[in-house]
Each structure stands twice: as C-alpha cells, then as structure tokens.
C-alpha cells in the first residue's frame, strides 16, 4: 500500500513538472531571408529562454517553444541579414521587424514587461505581429 502511494505520488509530480507546449503565430514577417530571434522572460524581467528560427514563410511563421507553467513575455525580431541584432537607423529606430507577446508596443523604446506578460498554464496559442 505504501509504496503505490509512493509510486502515484511521484507520477503525479512528473506530470506536473513537465514543460507546456506554446504554438507562436508569427506574421508580419517581411522576407524569407534571415531567422527569428525570440528571447522568452520570466515575470521577474529574467531571460530564460533564447531561440532562434529559420524564416520558412513570409506570411506566417509557427514556432513551438516548451514552457514550465508560468508567466512569461516573449520579445522576437526578423534578423533579415544574419547578424545577430536589430538593426537601427541613425536615429536609433529598429530598421528589422520586431515585435512582443500580447502585440505589446511601447511610446519610446520597448513596452513594459506587465503589458507583454501572459500566464501559461496549458497548451495554447498566441500570436506575434511582427512590425
């Protein structure tokens, strides 16, 4: 008896701890040259997660990315050129799409973390508009 409780307890923690599926829809995408460059964060503003994606469309791209349960935001940029960062013209303006969870955008720089942060408790979809 002990050691089935033991036995479904450990089971019930394994599933628990397994990482969540997360579909992101990405458009907006300008060429099919280059590759996504998509940093997840923690609630804290803590980078956890760095993945980088081949364009295969310039319509819509699909990356699947697995999260623990959390809140999380999720800033990506097209890397049209290959190398490595966004591109900015003289005036400091990003010159590459880019965009953030929630299609969060900001006045004067990046949007705020609270408005790009979304809960993941289950396997779901969102969408990134790339701009």
């Not at 628990?16 to 599926?21: F, L, R, S």
């Amino acid at each position: 008896m002990r050691l089935s409780l033991l036995l479904l307890f450990l089971l019930s923690f394994s599933i628990q701890a397994q990482d969540i599926p997360l579909v992101i829809n990405f458009s907006g995408i300008e060429s099919v040259e280059g590759k996504l460059m998509i940093r997840v964060s923690n609630k804290e503003g803590k980078v956890i997660l760095q993945k980088v994606a081949k364009v295969k469309s310039a319509e819509r791209q699909r990356v699947v990315l697995y999260l623990p349960e959390g809140s999380y935001a999720i800033a990506c940029f097209h890397d049209a050129n290959n190398n490595d960062e966004l591109d900015r013209t003289f005036t400091g303006i990003p010159s590459e799409a880019y965009g953030f969870s929630n299609d969060a955008r900001g006045v004067f720089g990046p949007p705020d973390l609270s408005d790009q942060l979304f809960v993941h408790r289950e396997r779901q979809s969102i969408r990134i508009r790339l701009k």
